[in-house]
């Protein structure tokens, strides 16, 4: 930022600052270890997990003069040189400061939100401006109530034009942010489901982001999406950047089916045309080259600098991808670094690690060459070296001798190399790697998720099952809607968290707020205790032979029988550890549980045992997912109330009720009793239709697989084993997929369904076999081998196949489907907030 007179700031004087000599500041921060200016500002703002005001004097000894702080807080000791200025809210003064700042540049401001794609649209447009102008924008994601305010400060009066983003999750954020923008132009990327748990409905949801739109200046311009539910109360021109407007650029295909690469003719108004062609992203890019280039156009951008920068554009996805190696090694590929606290973010990751694990980083640095480079590399190596890592590899050509010296200064322990181009730091990691690794790449871009798994596979990966974990995040938050505040939301991880990843999950989840998670066995208990997971593990039975086991790993279980309750008590005692138990009541499941008339003598045993304690009580519903059979459901309901109600009568309570899966959860509101048991919905699956009305969850799970072979056969001939299937047609094109019965696709889903294949659909012919299976490419003549194909979930083509059509075409259910997917499949976690699936 440039030099900064606080008396600027009309709140200076009544927070205790002196009005009569010049305030300048040259740093605002609100983070100690990032000062280094000898005239900063402090801002000490209260996180979840820490409070700025119990690193004031820290703020001091780095140089900062005065700091900003909360009325409600008293200095234990007085800190010469440093003037602390007292306001009610540090954050609405901060931001406050930031607006005066903000007006003092002649620098015009886009101002850009949306649902999807903001930074995609912010890194490109930055490239686009910069071919003629000084150019700004906010670092990475920094697009919050604080991030805004942070990405303002890093503007400078040079600066000609910046970019700031703009997101919003509550009623009223955006009036806080438009104010402090001043946006002089506004662009609106899609506008979507994503912020829908907080924002109810998309009517809401534009009426809340229009608001930055509403405030862009009477000079400037909006360019926003034609199907917008609301319109902007705005005296600025109005484009739209998915229609073709007179005076403006537009990108439309060349062809209007599917072909790969895509290609596109994006046409200026002053008569030049530019041919380009699309290689990844095929969903968003156009929209995204359509936004870029209008922006570009209408910011005084010629069309040769933005044909120039398309020539060697392709968009990098701002996705965190998590994978396990054939070495039994963890990646993780995160998104570029332009600034230190995205390292912060991604050494998070590490928290995942065992003892067993070697931390791995591959850093590439930041992406330019930021102002504070030496300061910025230098706090990085002192947070490389509390996250204790083993091997530090660095790659390119940064200034990477502040990390080096801080790292060897800090953590002598770790081996650091450096290497000139990042194929050299992978092809040595390649030879070193060991089973326990845990890897984390990051650097000045993203490396693309094919070459790493190529890389370190020798290949590419035939199946993939993609987990995206920010629609698992949002599904959380949507059920967690849906509950009374002090419902506790038990999420189910039982077989391997439905044949995804147990101890990936169990651990995401944690950083999600879950305290508890539900097993069927004891086994699974066990390992996820043993791999370090600290959340309460509740399984759902247990035998008298696995007493020691339960009470050895503490485990929460659920009882039913007087002679299991006086086994583990005896073995909770031969231990001296007291277990929680939940005691099963069988209200019409019919498989596990005590029937409701013997619940009050098994409670009045447990209590009596000073080694038990009973945690919960319990019944489990066999049909709440189908309407015909509610009144049963409601059957049940009334059974287990009357066994809570004879227990209450004779003074016996448990902390947990619960009786709700994901469908009695969402579809019996009354059900949910404190606390409920989640599985299936916490990937956006349905059991029903009727569950799907209820609640619009957001699918986390994609299946795709790759053509390894093509035959061209003719009409008489038939496929595979049994030979059920005849060729129709005088020649027909077969694609073999390298996915058959022993991965989850049962026989029975044999000639039932199709897949998709370069945005097309491709019918499932002949019998499924163990390893492969037939699909009709006929009508795809531009299908190839390598070819990825969707089996469920969303492509990059945008298309969707539903997982819950795909198990009924084959008389199967989606909890069968998903938890058969065999291990031969790839699982791969994704953190995508762009994904937009349904």
Request: with cysteine; hydrophobic share 40%; aromatic share 8%.
């Amino acid at each position: 930022m440039d030099a900064f007179d606080l008396r600027n700031w009309s709140g200076f004087g009544p927070a205790g600052g002196d009005l009569a000599a010049p305030a300048i500041v040259d740093q605002i921060s609100i983070d100690s270890r990032r000062i280094d200016s000898n005239h900063a500002l402090f801002v000490a703002l209260k996180g979840e997990k820490l409070d700025g005001h119990q690193y004031i004097a820290q703020a001091a000894q780095a140089g900062a003069k005065f700091a900003l702080i909360s009325s409600q807080w008293k200095p234990t000791e007085n800190i010469p040189g440093l003037t602390l200025l007292s306001v009610a809210d540090p954050l609405r003064a901060f931001q406050d400061i930031v607006k005066s700042y903000r007006l003092q540049l002649p620098t015009k401001i886009i101002g850009v939100s949306g649902s999807f794609g903001k930074t995609m649209l912010k890194d490109l447009l930055l490239i686009l401006l910069g071919t003629q102008k000084r150019t700004a924008a906010s670092p990475e994601s920094f697009n919050s109530q604080i991030g805004v305010a942070l990405s303002l400060l890093t503007l400078k009066k040079e600066h000609e034009i910046a970019i700031i983003e703009a997101a919003i999750s509550k009623k009223q954020e955006m009036d806080v942010l438009a104010d402090l923008i001043r946006p002089d132009y506004t662009i609106l990327t899609p506008i979507g489901k994503k912020h829908l748990v907080t924002l109810q409905d998309l009517s809401t949801l534009s009426q809340e982001i229009l608001k930055l739109a509403s405030a862009t200046a009477p000079h400037g311009w909006c360019l926003l999406p034609s199907d917008l539910p609301l319109q902007p109360v705005s005296s600025s021109p109005i484009y739209t950047w998915d229609k073709e407007q007179a005076n403006l650029p537009h990108a439309n295909p060349l062809h209007p089916e599917v072909t790969i690469p895509a290609y596109y003719r994006l046409s200026f108004p002053d008569q030049t045309t530019y041919q380009g062609q699309i290689t990844t992203g095929y969903s968003y890019f156009l929209n995204l080259i359509n936004m870029a280039a209008k922006a570009a156009w209408l910011s005084g951008i010629s069309s040769a600098n933005i044909q120039r920068v398309f020539q060697d554009y392709q968009p990098e996805p701002t996705r965190t991808e998590i994978w396990k190696s054939p070495h039994g090694a963890i990646f993780v590929n995160d998104t570029y670094c332009s600034d230190p606290q995205s390292v912060d973010l991604a050494l998070r990751h590490f928290d995942f690690a065992t003892t067993e694990h070697r931390k791995i980083f591959l850093f590439g640095g930041m992406r330019g060459e930021p102002i504070r480079a030496h300061t910025d590399y230098r706090r990085i190596g002192q947070v490389l070296a509390k996250a204790h890592i083993r091997h530090l590899f660095l790659f390119g050509q940064k200034t990477f001798k502040p990390l080096i010296e801080e790292v060897e200064k800090l953590s002598p322990e770790t081996e650091i190399l450096a290497f000139e181009k990042e194929q050299d730091a992978l092809h040595y990691l390649q030879n070193h790697i060991q089973a326990h690794d845990l890897i984390l790449i990051k650097g000045d871009k993203k490396l693309p998720l094919d070459v790493l798994t190529e890389t370190f596979n020798d290949s590419l990966n035939n199946n993939q099952c993609v987990i995206n974990l920010a629609a698992i995040q949002t599904n959380i938050a949507l059920i967690r809607k849906q509950l009374a505040p002090d419902t506790r939301l038990m999420v189910i991880v039982k077989a391997l968290a439905y044949g995804t990843d147990d101890v990936r999950m169990a651990k995401f989840l944690g950083s999600c707020g879950i305290d508890i998670l539900g097993v069927s066995y004891v086994d699974e208990g066990v390992s996820l205790k043993r791999a370090g997971v600290t959340q309460t593990i509740f399984a759902i039975n247990a035998t008298n032979y696995e007493v020691a086991k339960v009470v050895k790993w503490e485990l929460e279980v659920g009882v039913s029988s007087a002679d299991f309750i006086t086994a583990l008590s005896e073995e909770a005692q031969k231990q001296n550890k007291p277990i929680h138990v939940h005691l099963h009541v069988n209200t019409g499941m019919g498989r596990f549980g005590c029937r409701p008339e013997e619940a009050l003598s098994l409670a009045k045993l447990i209590v009596s045992s000073p080694y038990l304690r009973l945690a919960g009580l319990m019944t489990h519903f066999a049909c709440a997912e189908d309407p015909a059979e509610d009144a049963f459901t409601y059957q049940q309901m009334s059974s287990f109330d009357q066994v809570i109600l004879s227990l209450k009568d004779q003074g016996i309570s448990a902390r947990w009720t619960h009786a709700a899966n994901s469908s009695g959860a969402i579809r019996f509101p009354q059900a949910q009793y404190n606390m409920v048991r989640i599985g299936l919905a916490v990937y956006g699956l349905y059991v029903s239709e009727a569950v799907k009305k209820a609640l619009d969850l957001r699918l986390a799970l994609t299946l795709t697989s790759r053509i390894v072979g093509i035959n061209i056969c003719k009409q008489g001939e038939t496929i595979s084993y049994g030979r059920r299937y005849r060729v129709e047609r005088d020649v027909q094109k077969i694609a073999v997929l390298p996915i058959g019965y022993f991965d989850g696709l049962h026989r029975n889903y044999s000639g039932k369904a199709y897949v998709i294949i370069r945005g097309k659909k491709a019918p499932m012919i002949g019998n499924i076999c163990m390893d492969y299976m037939m699909v009709d490419i006929t009508d795809i003549p531009e299908a190839a081998v390598g070819d990825k194909v969707l089996i469920f979930g969303e492509d990059e083509f945008g298309q969707y196949l539903s997982p819950e059509e795909l198990a009924s075409s084959g008389d199967s259910i989606v909890h069968e489907l998903i938890t058969c997917l065999g291990p031969r499949i790839q699982r791969v976690f994704v953190y995508e907030e762009g994904r937009q699936i349904r």
